[in-house]
């Protein structure tokens, strides 16, 4: 039974019922047929075509504050700090990874 005052929550289609309902309006309207990427693994691809994927690390507070500190001081992001660590040592990064981007926008007052 609902509770009081809510609405019984309805079950979505999945995203093959949505294509497979979307081809068939498609197909009505002489449009070419849906459908969906295929992507081997599922990840993002750059522009230039190369798979994109995401690292995530745990560092202790004070490195953490360090790095976010050092990156709003110079205007950038904490990945272009790292990349250009790793770079600094030898690794091969990608000059995308390298490019200052303007620091995303945050809610508040700064």
């Known amino acids: 039974m609902a509770a009081k005052g809510l609405k019984p ?3 979505r289609p999945s995203a093959r019922d949505a294509l497979a309902a979307i081809d068939t ?3 009505q309207s ?5 459908t969906m990427a295929q992507s081997a ?3 993002s691809l750059a522009p230039g075509g190369e798979e994109l994927v995401q690292v995530n690390i745990r560092v202790r507070r004070g490195l953490g504050d360090q790095l976010a500190d050092r990156a709003r001081a110079e205007k950038t992001s904490q990945k272009v700090i790292i990349c250009r660590a790793l770079a600094a040592v030898g690794f091969e990064v990608h000059h995308e990874d390298l490019r200052v981007v303007p620091p995303p926008r945050r809610r508040g007052s700064r």
């Open 9 to 11: 929550a309805m079950a």
């Open 25 to 27: 309006i498609a197909q």
């Open 30 to 34: 002489g449009l070419p047929p849906a």
């Open 41 to 43: 693994s599922g990840d």
